[in-house]
Nanobody, 120 residues
């Protein structure tokens, strides 16, 4: 059974930092990505990382502030979030699939989500 489990969300002041983790089990994947969904908004791409090649990509809104990384030995991906803003408030979802893409439909597996709330 494939499972993705996110952790690390919580409450933080604007300007603060959090690191999200996504622990995968039941398989290995060529691509992992983070998406987020804010209240009243559609789910949007945040960052991705290629499992084999180390390729990374970020949404313009988070470039320079967020960093995605992986630990293949632990089958875990991370999202380090710095200089957080209130507009970063959302449920953050980890996704895994066989292709490197910013499209939600490219990913076959999804975690349950973890809430990130940034206060002003």
């Amino acid at each position: 059974q494939v499972q993705l489990v996110e952790s690390g969300g919580g409450l933080v002041q604007a300007g603060g930092s959090l690191r999200l983790s996504c622990a995968a089990s039941g398989g290995t994947f060529s691509s992992h990505a983070w998406f987020r969904q804010a209240p009243g908004k559609e789910r949007e791409f945040v960052a991705l990382i290629g499992w084999s090649g180390g390729t990374t990509s970020y949404a313009d809104s988070v470039k320079g502030r967020f960093a995605i990384s992986r630990d293949n030995a632990k089958n875990t991906v991370y999202l380090r979030m710095n200089s957080l803003k209130p507009e970063d408030t959302a449920v953050y979802y980890c996704a895994a699939g066989s292709t490197v893409s910013i499209r939600q439909r490219a990913y076959d597996y999804w975690g349950q989500g973890t809430q990130v709330t940034v206060s002003s």
